[in-house]
């Protein structure tokens, strides 16, 4: 296990405070959760595939996020 050290702005720590107590999980799970999505993201794009946010009853892409 390795630890990692990470200077957070203000609202971005109350940002996961929030996300922490609301999924009833740490913020150290929050954090890990975070960075396999951004991981997952940049495999996708290397590969081509868009990153976004869809319907699930049709799949269509509402958001597309770009800037990863």
């Known amino acids: ?3 990692f050290s990470v ?3 203000d609202d971005l720590t109350k940002a996961i405070e929030r996300t922490a107590a609301e999924a009833e999980i740490s913020k150290n799970e929050v954090l890990r959760k975070a960075l ?3 991981l997952a993201a940049r ?3 290397s590969r081509g595939l868009k990153i976004g946010l ?3 009853e049709t799949n269509k892409l ?3 996020i770009i800037g990863l």
Do not use: F, H, V
Request: hydrophobic fraction near 20%; charge should be negative.
């Open 62 to 64: 509402e958001t597309e």
């Open 36 to 38: 396999q999505l951004y």
């Open 43 to 45: 495999e996708g794009q």
């Open 54 to 56: 869809a319907q699930p």
């Open 7 to 9: 200077t957070l702005s």
């Open 1 to 3: 296990m390795t630890r």
